[in-house]
């Protein structure tokens, strides 16, 4: 393992839930993976959606709740140039070995990451508040 490697897996931290025998590979990946990325670069993932906002979608903190849930799903799912910076934020952190892991289903686990990411915000979506009113 290069440097860069052991550098990420250190960085990102321990697998996030469990991976045993029975586990997918793809469920191996989303845990030992995906999820540890997704924590390590959250605060990132809330920046970068308070700026997708402001240009984008100024009405957005007028929006009740409900709404402002499905403007983050949506931003996510239909805007490709947001949903491929995102990607971007997460597989710039994989390890050589865990890019090619991805590539043989590249398409699974992005559909995986997408969704893990969309509740993501939508569970801090109380955090889009405060911010807008700093």
């Given at each position: 393992?290069?440097?860069?490697?052991t550098?990420?897996?250190?960085?990102?931290?321990?697998?996030?839930?469990?991976?045993?025998?029975?586990?997918?590979?793809?469920?191996s990946?989303?845990?030992?993976?995906?999820?540890?990325?997704?924590k390590?670069?959250?605060?990132?993932?809330?920046?970068?959606?308070?700026?997708?906002?402001?240009?984008?979608?100024a009405?957005?903190?007028?929006?009740?709740?409900?709404?402002?849930l499905?403007?983050?799903?949506?931003?996510?799912?239909?805007?490709?140039?947001?949903?491929?910076?995102?990607?971007?934020?997460?597989?710039?952190?994989?390890?050589?070995?865990?890019?090619?892991?991805?590539?043989k289903?590249?398409?699974?686990i992005?559909?995986?990451?997408?969704?893990?990411?969309?509740e993501r915000?939508?569970?801090?979506?109380?955090?889009?508040?405060?911010?807008?009113?700093?």
């Amino acid at each position: 393992m290069n440097q860069r490697d052991t550098f990420l897996k250190e960085f990102r931290g321990q697998t996030i839930g469990s991976v045993t025998t029975q586990s997918s590979s793809e469920e191996s990946f989303q845990n030992e993976v995906l999820r540890p990325i997704l924590k390590l670069q959250n605060d990132l993932f809330i920046a970068s959606f308070i700026n997708y906002v402001a240009k984008n979608k100024a009405d957005f903190y007028s929006h009740s709740v409900e709404k402002k849930l499905s403007v983050i799903e949506n931003a996510i799912q239909k805007d490709i140039k947001f949903r491929n910076a995102l990607k971007g934020m997460i597989i710039a952190l994989f390890t050589a070995d865990e890019y090619a892991e991805y590539i043989k289903n590249s398409s699974s686990i992005n559909k995986r990451m997408m969704s893990m990411l969309i509740e993501r915000l939508k569970s801090q979506v109380q955090l889009f508040e405060i911010n807008q009113s700093i």
